[in-house]
């Protein structure tokens, strides 16, 4: 990504569903991104979609979401139980959930709960929609890189 209106998309698939993460430099807004977040369920699960409202997403809650799945595939490799409290960013635009799994060194899968804002039909209260499915390590591990090249780009625009 470069300080230009280029699109970067970062995808986490679940054996249940993909979250694709659209994200753009925000005009004049250093350490912030444009992002709509969109959910699909797979093909053989009917292949609904969900698209989030346009959002801001800052750096710090882009590498809140890398270190809150970091830190929950070390909590469950510790043999800890897997039921974290949910991730929500300052700008609501997703919520996620990690729940239990089994994961021993860097293999193993665990559940993952994922909810897109799609918007407020009362311009009050947010309405979500998401979906819940096994995710892999490596699957944790090929987002968080993805992630982690999307907040080095915003780091080198400061």
Known sequence: M???TMTTRCTLETEGYHVAFHLQQAPRQMGFVDGVIELTLLP???GASFRSAPTFLSANDLQRLVTYLE???AHLRSGANG????LVPSELGF???ALGGDVEAD??????RFLVNVGQPDGRSATYAGAEAVVTV???RKFTASLDAVLGALASTK
């Open 2 to 4: 470069n300080a230009d």
């Open 44 to 46: 053989e699960l009917g």
């Open 71 to 73: 830190e929950h595939v």
């Open 83 to 86: 039921n974290g409290f949910p």
């Open 95 to 97: 919520q996620v959930a």
């Open 107 to 112: 293999e193993g899968e665990f559940t993952l």
């Open 138 to 140: 490596q699957q944790v």
